[in-house]
C-alpha cells in the first residue's frame, strides 16, 4: 500500500516552454502533497506543501508564479513549470501523506520526474 | 525549523563488512525521525521511522537505528552489508504533526563484491 506515481518520468523541453507534472496517490487519500527538488548528489530541498482544496504553502525563496501547483482532488497534486528555463532542469520528486493512514506523519514518495530544459 | 547533519558524503565498503552510518539534528523538541533509501534509479524508500518508544528501531532489510536523545543522534546500522545496498541513504526529521521533512545531505554508500 501507500503508492505514489509520478507522470511523466523523463521530460525535455524548449526553453521558454511550460511543463506539467501529476503525482498521484494510488491507493490512499492524500491529504497534503509535497514537491521537492534534488540536484545531482545533493539532498531533496522542499519547495512547497499542498493541501487539498487550498493554496500551496511554498518555502522561501521559491517563486509561486514560475512553479504553479494545484492539488484539486485527494488523489492527484500537480506541478506546473512555467516559461521554463535551463535552470529549471532538475530532478523533481513529490511525497504525499494522508490523516487515517498508519503513520500519518511518514511521507510516500513518487519515483520522479528528471526535466530538462534545453 | 530543523536541521539535519549526516557525516559521511561516501562511505566504500566490502560486502559482510558492518555499516554505520552517522545522524545528528539539531532540534528542541520532540521529533520525528527517519531513514530513507533510494536505489541507483528509484525512487525514495523508508526504511525506518521512529517516533516514539522503544529507542533502537528495526527496519527493512536488516537495517537498524538508534535514537540517542542526548546526543541528538539517530545512526543506522547494517551488521552485514551486501551488494544490492548500494545507494543513497537521507537521514530525515520533522516535528510530530508538522509534515514537513528536513533531509540530511545524504551518504552514498558502495559495497564491493
Known amino acids: 500500500g501507500a503508492v505514489v506515481s509520478q507522470h511523466p518520468s523523463r521530460v525535455i523541453c524548449k526553453s521558454g516552454t511550460s511543463v506539467k507534472i501529476e503525482c498521484r496517490s494510488l491507493?490512499?487519500?492524500?491529504?497534503?502533497m509535497f514537491w521537492y527538488r534534488q540536484f545531482p548528489k545533493q539532498s531533496l530541498m522542499l519547495m512547497a506543501t499542498s493541501n487539498e482544496g487550498s493554496k500551496a504553502t511554498y518555502e522561501q525563496g521559491v517563486e509561486k508564479d514560475k512553479f504553479l501547483i494545484n492539488h484539486a482532488s485527494l488523489t492527484l497534486s500537480t506541478l506546473t513549470v512555467t516559461s521554463a528555463h535551463p535552470e529549471d532542469s532538475s530532478f523533481y520528486i513529490c511525497s504525499a501523506t494522508a490523516l487515517g493512514l498508519a503513520g500519518a506523519d511518514t511521507q510516500y514518495f513518487g519515483p520522479g520526474t528528471r526535466l530538462t530544459v534545453l | 525549523a530543523q536541521s539535519v547533519s549526516q557525516h559521511n558524503h561516501h562511505v566504500i565498503l566490502s560486502e559482510a563488512a558492518s555499516l554505520e552510518l552517522g545522524c545528528n539534528y539539531s532540534y528542541g523538541g520532540t521529533v520525528n525521525l527517519f531513514w530513507y533509501v533510494q536505489y541507483p534509479g528509484q525512487h525514495l524508500q523508508l526504511l525506518l521511522k521512529?517516533?516514539?518508544?522503544?529507542?533502537l528501531v528495526k527496519g527493512i532489510k536488516g537495517f537498524e537505528a538508534e535514537f540517542i536523545k542526548s546526543k541528538f543522534s539517530f545512526n543506522l546500522r547494517k551488521p552485514s552489508v551486501q551488494w544490492s545496498d548500494t545507494a543513497e541513504y537521507f537521514c530525515a526529521v520533522n516535528a510530530p504533526n508538522d509534515y514537513k521533512l528536513s533531509f540530511g545531505a545524504g551518504t552514498t554508500v558502495t559495497v564491493r563484491a
Open positions: 491507493d490512499f487519500q492524500a491529504t497534503t
Open positions: 521512529y517516533f516514539s518508544g522503544d529507542p
